[in-house]
């Protein structure tokens, strides 16, 4: 069960993590905090069975704000970390960095694996590089959630979710399905819907995808769906989804379009632009599969989805052409 919950003492949150640091029931605790960082410190707190709260602290005008976020790593996930703590040596390893660096911050890592527990006061120089990286994407994994939750900032879930964009990635993508579906069912501003779009569409399986697109056109009021269309149709969101997504939204896309024209009633201006935006995608990323839809729509009864298909099909055929001569 996730929580998101906002504190208004620090005070409170140290103290609350200093007791889980003396549990028994305690795997790992691990804070940072200094160095050149939105961030003032950040924790994590993770027990033997896996269940983790995520704890961090932002400066702001007035003071600061804290946040919590607490959830389950499954099982495999847990004897990763535990993998790590053996793999790195952790209870070989000093108890202090022998280097020090000004932006770098400080960290503290304790862990409580076996009959074994220890401490490590660090910033850089210990060889634990792969256990602190995983650390780190969990304490991000609750940072992006919460920030999608609490402020609705889904820029930084698109760059941990897609392999194009470099920046924070985070231990287990698939936390962030959930709050990404939520939020684009709710949210009407462009820009914060393309980025939420284009993260989801790395952590669906094909057919998740186009069933969760369909199911917004299908449910959401006209405003709301002909909003998605548009980002659909544009560019650079349909290069910035995985290949796959794009090809299986093309024939539901094909019907979307025809559909309108097939109701005969007046197209408004934006939704005229939309669909030919729709038609653009259409003949940037299809293919040889989708061009028997194509030719069929292209002796309808419809002048606009007559003109349109025959147009997809050349810019389609003209494309694969040149591709086959680079060849």
Known sequence: MKKIIVCVLLSFIISLSANAEESNDTFIHYRWSGGYSPLKNSELIMTKDGKARVVYARCIMDGEESFSYEFNLDKNELYSLRALV????????????????????????????????????????LNIEPLRLELDK????????????????????????????????????????????????????????EYALTALSWLLTQEQWLGFIASQIENSNESHKLLLLKILGSHPFYGNIPEKQAQILLPYLIYVIDSHYAAKKPLSQETDETLRMLWVFVACKGDEQILPVLEKLSKSNNELTIKWSKWAVENIKGRMEELKNKK
């Open 86 to 125: 053996k793999a790195v040596d952790f209870f070989n390893q000093p108890e202090t960095s022998s280097e020090h660096v000004i932006d770098a911050g400080e960290s503290t890592l304790y862990v409580h694996l076996g009959e074994r527990d220890r401490t490590i006061h660090f910033q850089l120089g």
């Open 138 to 193: 969990i304490i991000s994994q609750g940072i992006i959630i919460t920030e999608i939750n609490t402020k609705e900032d889904v820029y930084e879930a698109m760059i941990a979710c897609s392999p194009y964009f470099a920046g924070r990635k985070i231990y287990s993508p698939q936390y962030l399905k959930d709050p990404l579906e939520e939020f684009i069912t709710k949210n009407n501003n462009k820009q914060k819907l």
